[in-house]
């Protein structure tokens, strides 16, 4: 694939540095999210930034809940996996394999894996996590519009020396999100984003996602 587009320089970043994002940086990221298409101009994405005690709040919590067992469930239920295409589970399952090899857990090891996910609830100790809302009552293809503010945001982080990881993980507790922020049962936690500097030795950081073939997923008609 040909590098010339900032896209082809973006990956998921799952270890930050301690360091701060500066205001003006973080703002005229964000602010990015809103120069997203939507369908009919509805706009109906809300971004919430959150830092400093309400971040360690969220995650507190989350990592509580996490370790007294309580059942994760995000506002939109995860595909049980034999719901998925055969097709896609594969490349799941090797996502999940070659990535935990970069954090060096076994398979068989449920703690370390245990810990990972902790960190997921911590936002991988990134300084920012967004959350990406919609009104309950909007439909399917409201979520497209998520994705659209999402790419924005990570693009342009990318562009600012910042890395970003998209995560389901962070809204498998949304009632918690919810309680800490504020709001109310008809704002449904679609996604959460990590923001920050990436730990560029983090040997996480090195995993690169394969991707498959362009011919595999492009197809020309004429
Ligand atoms: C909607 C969505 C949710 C995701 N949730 C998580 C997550 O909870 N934890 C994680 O480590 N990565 C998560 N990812 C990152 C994907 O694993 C990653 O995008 C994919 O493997 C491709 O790798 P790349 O982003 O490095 O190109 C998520 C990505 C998307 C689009």
Redesign the pocket.
């Known amino acids: 694939m040909n590098d010339r587009y900032e896209i082809f320089t973006?990956?998921?970043v799952?270890a930050y540095l301690e360091k701060e994002i500066p205001q003006d940086v973080l703002q005229r990221v964000i602010e990015t999210a809103c120069k997203s298409p939507s369908w009919s101009n509805t706009q109906p994405v809300k971004v919430h930034v959150v830092t400093g005690e309400k971040k360690r709040r969220i995650s507190a919590k989350m990592v509580e809940a996490a370790k007294n067992g309580e059942p994760i469930h995000p506002d939109i239920p995860l595909p049980p996996n034999e719901s998925w295409p055969e097709e896609m589970l594969l490349r799941m399952q090797e996502?999940a394999r070659e990535?935990s090899k970069f954090v060096n857990i076994k398979r068989e090891d449920k703690e370390k894996r245990f810990q990972f996910q902790l960190k997921?609830y911590e936002f991988?100790d990134a300084p920012v996590a967004l959350f990406f809302t919609l009104h309950r009552d909007l439909p399917n293809w409201s979520l497209l519009d998520v994705?659209f503010a999402?790419q924005n945001v990570m693009i342009a982080a990318n562009m600012e020396g910042l890395g970003t990881?998209?995560?389901?993980?962070?809204v498998y507790y949304p009632d918690i999100v919810r309680e800490v922020l504020g709001l109310d049962e008809t704002v449904k936690i679609i996604?959460?984003m990590a923001i920050g500097y990436p730990d560029t030795n983090a040997s996480i950081n090195q995993?690169?996602?394969k991707?498959r073939p362009v011919d595999e997923m492009v197809f020309w008609h004429e």
Do not use: L, W
């Not at 990881?165 to 962070?170: E, K, L, M, T, W």
């Open positions: 973006r990956n998921s799952r996502h990535r997921m991988f994705g999402m990881c998209p995560q389901v993980s962070a996604v959460g995993y690169r996602a991707r």
